[in-house]
């Protein structure tokens, strides 16, 4: 069974920084692309970055290119996203989520709050 | 911004047939596959249909996709009152090099 579990959520002020992570099991991650999505409250959704397998191909948003650096530890089988200077529009609900056999997102986890005062 | 446009909310009947469209352009949905979620309230989205028509196990035979040039739709035959969420198209994009989503539509059964 696919879990994904994120961690790291909070509240940060304005400005800060703040990691989040993802914890991967019930698939072969070191062979699957992840990415990251977002939520603001009472928003839809909005796809912040992507990883590939290995680490080599990455993409981002604009909203965010910059400031959000992705990352993977396939030895732990855990997805990272490093966020500095939060804005009050990042606050949102972040999903960790496993990349199908094409592209789409096959799984995303219950997601990690993220709240950013100003 | 999203880039792919849905109607804000569908609604129908038990029973009835609902259909959500998902309208995009060449870089996108012309040129990508196309992929449905479902969000219930509270919960995280989950894969109804990837690959334009393609349903993962699980997911009930009512809902059903379909793919024509620059815009997609979603069908839900036999609506249920648990059908009620939101749910979002999505597509990878040449041009923009990123993942869009649509703007969600909410589905009320009356």
Same mark, same amino acid.
Request: proline share 4%; aromatic share 8%; with cysteine.
């Given at each position: 069974?696919?879990?994904?579990?994120?961690?790291?959520?909070?509240?940060?002020?304005?400005? !800060?920084?703040?990691?989040? %992570?993802?914890?991967? #099991?019930?698939? =072969?991650?070191?062979?699957?692309?992840? /990415?990251?999505?977002?939520?603001?409250?009472?928003?839809?959704?909005?796809?912040?970055?992507?990883?590939?397998?290995?680490?080599?191909?990455?993409?981002?948003?604009?909203?965010?290119? !910059?400031?959000?650096?992705? %990352?993977?530890?396939? #030895?732990?089988? =855990?997805?990272?996203?490093?966020?500095? /200077?939060?804005?009050?529009?990042?606050?949102?609900?972040?999903?960790?989520?496993?990349?199908?056999?094409?592209?789409?997102?096959?799984?995303?986890?219950?997601?990690?709050?993220?709240?950013?005062?100003? | 911004?999203?880039?792919?446009?849905?109607?804000?909310?569908?609604?129908?009947?038990?029973?009835?047939?609902?259909?959500?469209?998902?309208?995009?352009?060449?870089?996108?949905?012309?040129?990508?596959?196309?992929?449905?979620?479902?969000?219930?309230?509270?919960?995280?989205?989950?894969?109804?249909?990837?690959?334009?028509?393609?349903?993962?196990?699980?997911?009930?035979?009512?809902?059903?996709?379909?793919?024509?040039?620059?815009?997609?739709?979603?069908?839900?035959?036999?609506?249920?009152?648990?059908?009620?969420?939101?749910?979002?198209?999505?597509?990878?994009?040449?041009?923009?090099?990123?993942?869009?989503?649509?703007?969600?539509?909410?589905?009320?059964?009356?």
């Amino acid at each position: 069974e696919v879990q994904l579990v994120e961690s790291g959520g909070g509240l940060v002020q304005s400005g !800060g920084s703040l990691r989040l %992570s993802c914890a991967a #099991s019930g698939f =072969t991650f070191r062979s699957t692309a992840m /990415s990251w999505v977002r939520q603001a409250p009472g928003k839809g959704l909005e796809w912040v970055s992507t990883i590939g397998p290995s680490g080599s191909t990455i993409y981002y948003a604009d909203s965010v290119k !910059g400031r959000f650096t992705i %990352s993977r530890d396939n #030895s732990k089988n =855990t997805l990272s996203v490093q966020m500095i /200077s939060l804005r009050a529009e990042d606050t949102a609900v972040y999903y960790c989520a496993k990349h199908g056999l094409g592209k789409y997102f096959e799984y995303l986890g219950q997601g990690t709050l993220v709240t950013v005062s100003s | 911004q999203s880039v792919l446009t849905q109607p804000p909310s569908a609604s129908g009947t038990p029973e009835q047939r609902v259909t959500i469209s998902c309208s995009g352009s060449s870089s996108n949905i012309g040129s990508n596959t196309v992929t449905w979620y479902q969000q219930l309230p509270g919960t995280a989205p989950k894969l109804l249909i990837h690959s334009d028509i393609q349903r993962p196990s699980g997911v009930p035979d009512r809902f059903s996709g379909s793919k024509s040039g620059t815009s997609a739709s979603l069908a839900i035959s036999g609506l249920q009152s648990e059908d009620e969420a939101d749910y979002y198209c999505a597509a990878w994009d040449d041009s923009l090099k990123h993942y869009v989503f649509g703007t969600g539509t909410k589905v009320t059964v009356l």
